[in-house]
Protein backbone atom coordinates (compact mmCIF):
# COMPACT_ATOMS: atom_id res chain seq x y z
CA UNK A 1 0.00 0.00 0.00
CA UNK A 2 1.43 3.32 -0.97
CA UNK A 3 2.04 5.49 2.11
CA UNK A 4 -0.02 8.84 1.73
CA UNK A 5 3.41 10.95 2.38
CA UNK A 6 3.99 9.68 -0.87
CA UNK A 7 2.01 12.85 -2.42
CA UNK A 8 4.31 15.42 -1.21
CA UNK A 9 7.18 16.81 -1.53
CA UNK A 10 10.65 15.11 -0.56
CA UNK A 11 11.50 17.45 1.60
CA UNK A 12 7.64 18.07 2.88
CA UNK A 13 8.19 13.58 3.31
CA UNK A 14 11.42 14.30 4.97
CA UNK A 15 9.63 16.86 7.74
CA UNK A 16 6.71 14.93 8.58
CA UNK A 17 8.22 11.77 8.61
CA UNK A 18 11.47 12.75 10.98
CA UNK A 19 9.16 15.29 13.39
CA UNK A 20 6.90 12.15 14.23
CA UNK A 21 9.84 9.34 14.09
CA UNK A 22 11.76 12.06 16.38
CA UNK A 23 8.89 12.71 18.77
CA UNK A 24 8.12 8.91 18.80
CA UNK A 25 11.43 7.52 19.92
CA UNK A 26 12.02 10.60 22.04
CA UNK A 27 8.75 9.95 24.28
CA UNK A 28 9.76 5.98 24.26
CA UNK A 29 13.24 6.76 25.82
CA UNK A 30 12.11 9.14 27.83
CA UNK A 31 9.46 7.14 29.54
CA UNK A 32 11.00 4.25 30.52
CA UNK A 33 13.78 1.74 30.31
CA UNK A 34 10.88 -0.78 28.79
CA UNK A 35 9.94 1.60 26.17
CA UNK A 36 13.69 2.77 25.09
CA UNK A 37 14.23 -1.49 25.14
CA UNK A 38 11.36 -1.53 22.56
CA UNK A 39 11.63 1.12 20.20
CA UNK A 40 15.38 0.32 19.66
CA UNK A 41 14.34 -3.55 19.32
CA UNK A 42 11.99 -2.46 16.55
CA UNK A 43 15.05 -0.22 15.47
CA UNK A 44 17.36 -2.96 15.03
CA UNK A 45 15.32 -5.63 13.73
CA UNK A 46 13.80 -3.64 10.61
CA UNK A 47 17.08 -2.67 10.01
CA UNK A 48 18.72 -6.32 10.10
CA UNK A 49 15.88 -7.07 7.95
CA UNK A 50 16.80 -4.15 5.39
CA UNK A 51 20.36 -4.71 6.04
CA UNK A 52 19.77 -9.02 4.19
CA UNK A 53 17.32 -7.64 2.12
CA UNK A 54 20.10 -5.73 0.35
CA UNK A 55 22.66 -8.11 0.11
CA UNK A 56 20.26 -10.57 -1.31
CA UNK A 57 19.99 -7.93 -4.38
CA UNK A 58 23.47 -8.15 -4.92
CA UNK A 59 23.00 -12.07 -5.55
CA UNK A 60 24.33 -12.82 -1.89
CA UNK A 61 23.04 -15.21 -0.34
CA UNK A 62 23.53 -14.58 3.55
CA UNK A 63 21.74 -16.19 6.96
CA UNK A 64 19.09 -13.84 6.78
CA UNK A 65 16.03 -15.57 9.33
CA UNK A 66 19.33 -16.95 11.93
CA UNK A 67 21.41 -13.70 11.63
CA UNK A 68 18.36 -11.74 12.28
CA UNK A 69 18.02 -13.89 15.22
CA UNK A 70 21.36 -13.77 16.39
CA UNK A 71 21.42 -10.12 16.08
CA UNK A 72 18.35 -9.70 18.20
CA UNK A 73 19.32 -12.12 20.65
CA UNK A 74 22.86 -9.69 20.95
CA UNK A 75 20.15 -7.23 21.48
CA UNK A 76 18.25 -8.24 24.28
CA UNK A 77 21.55 -9.89 25.77
CA UNK A 78 22.73 -6.74 26.35
CA UNK A 79 19.77 -5.14 27.33
CA UNK A 80 19.19 -7.58 30.65
CA UNK A 81 22.68 -7.69 31.28
CA UNK A 82 23.06 -3.84 31.40
CA UNK A 83 20.03 -3.47 33.37
CA UNK A 84 21.52 -6.15 35.96
CA UNK A 85 18.50 -9.09 35.30
CA UNK A 86 21.21 -11.34 34.64
CA UNK A 87 25.05 -11.82 34.73
CA UNK A 88 27.33 -10.59 32.31
CA UNK A 89 28.91 -14.09 32.44
CA UNK A 90 26.15 -14.88 29.95
CA UNK A 91 27.70 -12.62 27.47
CA UNK A 92 29.77 -15.52 26.47
CA UNK A 93 26.41 -17.20 24.95
CA UNK A 94 27.45 -14.79 22.20
CA UNK A 95 30.14 -16.92 20.72
CA UNK A 96 28.31 -20.38 20.81
CA UNK A 97 25.02 -18.98 19.01
CA UNK A 98 27.55 -17.44 15.99
CA UNK A 99 29.00 -20.61 15.30
CA UNK A 100 26.21 -22.37 14.42
CA UNK A 101 26.22 -19.97 11.33
CA UNK A 102 28.82 -22.18 9.95
CA UNK A 103 27.17 -25.46 10.87
CA UNK A 104 24.00 -24.46 9.02
CA UNK A 105 25.33 -23.59 6.15
CA UNK A 106 26.85 -27.21 5.31
CA UNK A 107 23.06 -28.21 5.14
CA UNK A 108 22.75 -25.83 1.93
CA UNK A 109 24.12 -27.87 -1.43
CA UNK A 110 23.07 -25.19 -4.16
CA UNK A 111 25.60 -22.33 -3.29
CA UNK A 112 28.53 -21.73 -4.43
CA UNK A 113 30.50 -19.23 -2.09
CA UNK A 114 29.14 -20.71 1.28
CA UNK A 115 32.04 -18.71 2.89
CA UNK A 116 31.08 -15.44 1.23
CA UNK A 117 27.61 -15.60 2.67
CA UNK A 118 28.64 -16.50 6.00
CA UNK A 119 30.81 -13.36 5.82
CA UNK A 120 27.91 -11.28 5.13
CA UNK A 121 26.00 -13.09 7.46
CA UNK A 122 28.36 -11.83 10.21
CA UNK A 123 28.69 -8.29 8.55
CA UNK A 124 25.05 -7.74 9.41
CA UNK A 125 25.24 -8.81 13.05
CA UNK A 126 28.51 -6.51 13.49
CA UNK A 127 27.50 -4.01 11.39
CA UNK A 128 23.55 -3.56 12.66
CA UNK A 129 23.09 -5.81 15.88
CA UNK A 130 26.47 -4.76 17.81
CA UNK A 131 26.03 -1.17 17.60
CA UNK A 132 22.69 -1.11 18.96
CA UNK A 133 23.19 -3.30 21.55
CA UNK A 134 26.40 -0.92 22.48
CA UNK A 135 23.69 1.72 23.29
CA UNK A 136 22.45 -0.42 25.83
CA UNK A 137 25.47 0.04 27.51
CA UNK A 138 25.11 3.51 27.03
CA UNK A 139 21.79 3.96 28.37
CA UNK A 140 22.99 2.15 31.81
CA UNK A 141 26.52 3.63 32.15
CA UNK A 142 25.81 4.96 35.86
CA UNK A 143 24.45 1.25 36.99
CA UNK A 144 20.71 2.43 36.45
CA UNK A 145 18.86 3.50 33.42
CA UNK A 146 19.12 7.24 32.40
CA UNK A 147 17.33 8.57 29.13
CA UNK A 148 19.83 11.91 29.37
CA UNK A 149 22.29 10.42 27.50
CA UNK A 150 20.38 8.48 24.87
CA UNK A 151 17.97 11.56 24.13
CA UNK A 152 21.04 13.47 24.24
CA UNK A 153 22.84 11.47 21.54
CA UNK A 154 20.11 11.02 19.25
CA UNK A 155 19.34 14.95 19.18
CA UNK A 156 23.13 15.75 18.44
CA UNK A 157 22.99 13.46 15.39
CA UNK A 158 19.53 14.11 14.01
CA UNK A 159 21.23 17.82 14.93
CA UNK A 160 24.29 16.82 12.65
CA UNK A 161 22.00 15.06 10.03
CA UNK A 162 19.27 18.31 9.25
CA UNK A 163 22.48 20.68 9.22
CA UNK A 164 24.02 19.01 6.82
CA UNK A 165 21.03 18.49 4.61
CA UNK A 166 20.01 22.50 4.72
CA UNK A 167 23.81 23.37 4.63
CA UNK A 168 24.43 20.96 1.22
CA UNK A 169 21.47 21.02 -0.05
CA UNK A 170 21.45 25.43 -0.36
CA UNK A 171 25.34 25.96 -0.27
CA UNK A 172 26.87 22.78 -1.06
CA UNK A 173 29.67 23.76 -3.89
CA UNK A 174 33.33 21.84 -2.95
CA UNK A 175 32.29 17.43 -2.87
CA UNK A 176 33.77 15.80 0.07
CA UNK A 177 33.97 12.44 -1.05
CA UNK A 178 33.75 11.97 -4.70
CA UNK A 179 34.06 8.50 -5.68
CA UNK A 180 31.94 7.10 -2.62
CA UNK A 181 28.71 10.24 -2.57
CA UNK A 182 28.24 12.25 -5.33
CA UNK A 183 26.20 14.72 -3.31
CA UNK A 184 28.23 14.92 0.28
CA UNK A 185 29.99 18.44 0.70
CA UNK A 186 32.31 20.04 2.65
CA UNK A 187 29.90 23.06 3.62
CA UNK A 188 26.94 20.15 4.61
CA UNK A 189 29.95 18.72 6.73
CA UNK A 190 30.49 22.06 8.79
CA UNK A 191 26.69 23.00 8.43
CA UNK A 192 25.88 19.40 10.41
CA UNK A 193 28.86 20.05 12.55
CA UNK A 194 27.67 23.57 13.87
CA UNK A 195 24.46 22.28 14.29
CA UNK A 196 25.37 19.85 16.18
CA UNK A 197 27.57 21.68 18.07
CA UNK A 198 25.05 24.11 18.88
CA UNK A 199 22.72 21.52 20.23
CA UNK A 200 25.67 19.81 22.28
CA UNK A 201 25.96 23.17 24.08
CA UNK A 202 22.61 23.23 25.30
CA UNK A 203 22.30 19.75 25.92
CA UNK A 204 25.50 20.30 28.12
CA UNK A 205 23.44 22.71 30.28
CA UNK A 206 20.11 20.93 31.32
CA UNK A 207 21.50 17.16 31.00
CA UNK A 208 24.42 16.89 34.08
CA UNK A 209 24.54 13.23 33.87
CA UNK A 210 28.07 13.94 32.20
CA UNK A 211 30.65 16.32 32.19
CA UNK A 212 30.65 19.67 29.72
CA UNK A 213 34.10 18.08 28.21
CA UNK A 214 32.45 14.49 28.28
CA UNK A 215 29.68 15.89 26.23
CA UNK A 216 31.48 18.17 23.94
CA UNK A 217 33.58 14.95 23.14
CA UNK A 218 30.90 12.52 22.28
CA UNK A 219 29.46 15.34 20.18
CA UNK A 220 32.92 15.42 18.22
CA UNK A 221 32.17 11.23 17.60
CA UNK A 222 29.42 11.79 16.24
CA UNK A 223 29.88 14.23 13.89
CA UNK A 224 32.75 12.67 12.45
CA UNK A 225 31.23 9.25 12.89
CA UNK A 226 27.80 10.48 11.32
CA UNK A 227 30.01 11.65 7.70
CA UNK A 228 31.47 8.21 8.35
CA UNK A 229 28.41 6.68 9.18
CA UNK A 230 27.00 7.85 5.93
CA UNK A 231 29.72 7.44 3.65
CA UNK A 232 29.92 3.29 4.83
CA UNK A 233 26.54 3.51 3.59
CA UNK A 234 26.80 4.88 0.57
CA UNK A 235 29.73 2.54 -0.18
CA UNK A 236 27.33 -0.67 0.75
CA UNK A 237 24.75 1.08 -1.82
CA UNK A 238 26.77 1.78 -4.01
CA UNK A 239 28.14 -1.58 -4.59
CA UNK A 240 24.85 -3.05 -5.15
CA UNK A 241 23.81 -0.09 -7.06
CA UNK A 242 20.83 1.12 -5.12
CA UNK A 243 19.84 4.60 -3.78
CA UNK A 244 18.44 4.14 -0.83
CA UNK A 245 17.97 1.32 1.57
CA UNK A 246 14.73 1.28 1.65
CA UNK A 247 11.18 3.38 1.37
CA UNK A 248 9.67 2.17 4.42
CA UNK A 249 10.60 6.16 6.08
CA UNK A 250 9.35 8.52 3.54
CA UNK A 251 11.90 11.31 2.81
CA UNK A 252 14.63 9.38 4.36
CA UNK A 253 14.96 6.02 2.66
CA UNK A 254 15.09 2.79 5.07
CA UNK A 255 16.40 2.24 8.19
CA UNK A 256 19.65 2.43 7.76
CA UNK A 257 19.30 5.40 5.79
CA UNK A 258 18.71 7.18 8.98
CA UNK A 259 20.40 5.35 11.34
CA UNK A 260 23.63 4.95 9.47
CA UNK A 261 25.40 7.59 11.60
CA UNK A 262 24.55 5.90 14.96
CA UNK A 263 26.05 2.83 13.56
CA UNK A 264 29.33 4.23 13.56
CA UNK A 265 29.17 6.49 16.71
CA UNK A 266 27.83 4.11 18.81
CA UNK A 267 31.05 1.83 19.83
CA UNK A 268 33.12 4.62 19.97
CA UNK A 269 30.46 6.67 21.82
CA UNK A 270 30.57 3.72 24.53
CA UNK A 271 34.46 3.05 24.18
CA UNK A 272 35.15 6.46 25.47
CA UNK A 273 32.18 6.26 28.31
CA UNK A 274 33.52 2.95 29.54
CA UNK A 275 37.30 3.81 29.56
CA UNK A 276 37.29 7.62 30.35
Not at 99 to 106: A, H, P
Not at 229 to 250: A, Q, T
Not at 252 to 266: P, V
Request: proline share 3%; with cysteine.
Amino acid sequence: MTSPLKNFNNLTQRLITGVLGSAGIIFGVVYSDWMYFLIFFIICLFSLIEFYDLSGLDGLKPQKVFGTFCGMVIHCLSFFIERNDIASKFYILFFPLLSCVYVIKLYKKSERKPFTNIAFTFLGIFYVAVPFALLNAAAFENGRYNYEIIFGCLFILWASDTGAYFAGTYFGKRKLFERISPKKSWEGAFGGALLATIFALGISNYFHSLAFWQWMVINVIIIIGGVYGDLVESMFKRSIEIKDSGDSLPGHGGFLDRFDGLLISAPFIVAFLKIF
